[in-house]
């Protein structure tokens, strides 16, 4: 068997983490495979939703992360057409193939005696008067012009039985299912209809979804019955979660790939971590590159329990992909961010070698070094601090020393900075951090500062370096 694999997005405008994960999955199933097949198909049914744009960025994100497809609706392939919208009249024929066949059937009711059924909070279980309608009759009104939607047929007793790959087998009274609706008088299916016609068409053979769809699997199951078809392998998957109660939504900025990376977050790290937020690799291991991944990847270490989104280790996580990045790809990255807040001229590739070691996300930027264009208001207290052995009166001799040794210097390179204020310290029996500290604090205001205070003074140049550190001595009298 060749594995083929799909994801299936609606075209909703934006990549949703939970989403992009379930294509992970697909993706990491088929590549298992060396001749799977990864297959894209928008889901675009529902016409009301529709947004403006909504499948490019689908496009985008994927080949962004590197997720390419083998099939879909931009490149083709031997199953098309790979949209939805597109496949409409194929719907309408197989909706009145299973009406023949008994698994469906015409529904005349007006809207209101249908919308009934949705009513699950009183639990009323529509009974469809037009069941009791022949086949002939039925075929008669259609052939007349009446409107109708084609209903799913559920007259089974007992229990449905399937196999998850997650959850393990399944029960589900076939009393509990509904009849819904799988072609709408428009002519359009609905997401239960399609997605069993296509996932057939297409030989579909893993299908990874949400675990919202374990209760209505049974249901796409009667359809694969009534056509005599094989159903796919099921994969569903836990959603991801913002807390114990709440799923992670759009409404929370962090839902989505594009929210994440605005904010200055490396798509390899995303897709790092949202690999692991439902699977496991069996070991402690948390660094995987996609190739990795294809290697490593089983269906059997993914996880029933619901993943919790953790924000913070995902900071961590992108720290250790952007310790990665070679010194162009930083600046690439970093460049739109320091560009967009500051107005100072420095040497770019400085103020990135001191970025980059200790920066979480490129989205941090900004508060990172909007001291380099103005000291911000700060309390002298900044200058006392036990382990450097500093008070106030201590830094203002410091600084003081400090600026007359400056004053001299004519190499304003990181190196002989460092090499003329360790000396200095030696010079009056002072520690090393009892210079570089208050300089560090005259130099930028703030407690913690990307970079040292000889590298903070070769960014903003020796002018500002004298500047600063003659206001910090009139501050600290
Ligand atoms: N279009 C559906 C969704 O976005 C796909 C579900 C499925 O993978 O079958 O939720």
Same mark, same amino acid.
């Given at each position: 068997m060749k594995i083929r694999t799909r994801f299936a997005p609606s075209p909703t405008g934006y990549m949703h983490i939970g989403n992009l994960r379930t294509a992970l999955y697909e993706y990491?199933?088929?590549?298992?495979?060396?001749? %799977?097949?990864?297959?894209?198909?928008?889901?675009?049914?529902?016409? +009301?939703?529709?947004?403006? %744009?909504?499948?490019?960025?689908?496009?985008?994100?994927?080949?962004?992360?590197?997720?390419?497809?083998?099939? %879909?609706?931009?490149?083709?392939?031997?199953?098309?057409?790979?949209?939805?919208?597109?496949?409409?009249?194929?719907?309408?024929?197989?909706?009145?193939?299973?009406?023949?066949?008994?698994?469906?059937?015409?529904?005349?009711? &007006?809207?209101?005696?249908?919308?009934?059924?949705?009513?699950?909070?009183?639990?009323?279980?529509?009974?469809?008067?037009?069941? +009791?309608?022949?086949?002939e009759d039925a075929k008669r009104r259609v052939a007349a012009g009446e409107p109708y939607v084609i209903r799913q047929t559920i007259n089974k007793q007992g229990k449905s039985k399937y196999h998850d790959e997650v959850y393990g087998d399944i029960e589900i009274d076939y009393d509990e299912l509904d009849e819904g609706v799988l072609l709408k008088s428009d002519g359009f299916p609905t997401y239960n209809f399609a997605n069993v016609v296509d996932?057939?068409?297409?030989?579909? !053979?893993?299908? *990874?979804? %949400?675990?919202?769809?374990?209760? &209505?699997?049974?249901?796409?199951?009667?359809?694969?019955?009534?056509?005599?078809?094989?159903?796919?392998?099921? *994969?569903h998957v836990p959603p991801v979660m913002k807390d114990a109660q709440h799923k992670l939504s759009k409404r929370n900025g962090d839902a989505s790939f594009q929210d994440l990376v605005a904010k200055g977050y490396l798509p390899e790290a995303i897709i790092n971590y949202i690999a692991l937020l439902g699977w496991n690799p069996g070991n402690?291991?948390?660094?995987? &590159?996609?190739?990795?991944?294809?290697?490593?990847?089983? *269906?059997?270490?993914?996880?029933?329990?619901p993943a919790i989104f953790d924000i913070v280790k995902l900071t961590w996580?992108?720290?250790?992909?952007?310790?990665?990045?070679?010194?162009?790809?930083?600046?690439?990255?970093?460049?739109?961010?320091?560009?967009?807040?500051?107005?100072?001229? *420095?040497d770019i590739q400085d103020l990135c070698r001191v970025l980059q070691p200790r920066l979480e996300t490129f989205g941090d930027i900004p508060n990172q070094i909007d001291f380099l264009d103005e000291v911000p208001n700060y309390d002298n207290e900044l200058y006392v601090n036990k382990k450097m052995k500093t008070d106030e009166a201590m830094s203002k001799t410091a600084l003081e020393l400090s600026l007359s040794r400056l004053e001299t210097v004519s190499d304003w390179s990181n190196d002989n900075l460092f090499a003329e204020l360790k000396a200095l310290a030696e010079e009056n029996g002072m520690k090393n951090g009892q210079i570089m500290y208050p300089v560090r604090i005259?130099?930028?205001?703030?407690?913690? !500062?990307?970079?040292?205070?000889?590298?903070?003074?070769?960014?903003?140049?020796?002018?500002? !370096?004298?500047?600063?550190?003659?206001?910090?001595?009139?501050?600290?009298?």
């Open positions: 990491l199933i088929a590549k298992a495979d060396a001749e %799977g097949k990864f297959i894209l198909r928008i889901e675009d049914t529902d016409q +009301k939703r529709y947004v403006e %744009g909504a499948t490019e960025i689908i496009y985008k994100t994927l080949k962004r992360v590197g997720m390419n497809w083998d099939e %879909g609706p931009d490149i083709g392939g031997d199953f098309g057409p790979y949209v939805q919208s597109e496949r409409k009249t194929l719907y309408a024929e197989y909706a009145h193939k299973l009406v023949e066949l008994g698994g469906a059937h015409y529904c005349f009711c &007006s809207k209101e005696e249908a919308d009934e059924e949705k009513d699950e909070e009183q639990n009323i279980k529509f009974e469809d008067p037009c069941k +009791k309608l022949s086949l996932d057939h068409l297409m030989e579909i !053979t893993h299908v *990874v979804r %949400g675990n919202e769809y374990i209760s &209505s699997t049974p249901k796409y199951n009667l359809i694969y019955e009534s056509f005599g078809w094989t159903p796919p392998h099921y *994969v402690d291991e948390e660094i995987f &590159s996609l190739d990795e991944l294809k290697k490593i990847f089983s *269906v059997e270490r993914l996880n029933r329990s996580m992108n720290g250790q992909y952007i310790r990665k990045l070679s010194e162009a790809e930083f600046l690439d990255y970093a460049r739109p961010y320091i560009e967009g807040s500051l107005k100072r001229k *420095v005259a130099l930028s205001g703030k407690a913690a !500062t990307p970079g040292g205070a000889t590298e903070i003074a070769v960014l903003i140049g020796k002018a500002e !370096t004298l500047q600063r550190i003659k206001t910090a001595i009139e501050k600290l009298s």
